[in-house]
């Protein structure tokens, strides 16, 4: 299983990268099949009671960036 720590290691590198891709020219395409390629990872082993707190992360990376319709 995956740590909190881990978890949030993953978050910030998602975030620190979605402006270097913008930067490079990457469309919202580009943007929701790169942040799928994350999320897959990233619940990947996710014990339960860490779940939902994730969720709620990877939901407000996606409005924040307006990725995947958000």
Partial sequence: ???RSELQLI????EA????W???GA???????????VADDAFEN?????YEWLR??????QAHYG????
């Fill in 1 to 3: 299983m995956k740590t």
């Fill in 11 to 14: 978050i910030n590198d998602l």
């Fill in 17 to 20: 990268s979605i402006p270097h």
């Fill in 22 to 24: 913008t930067e490079k």
């Fill in 27 to 37: 469309d919202e395409v580009d943007l929701a099949m790169a942040f799928a390629d």
């Fill in 46 to 50: 996710v014990a339960i009671e860490d």
């Fill in 56 to 61: 709620v992360k990877m939901f407000d990376i």
């Fill in 67 to 70: 990725i995947g319709g958000q």
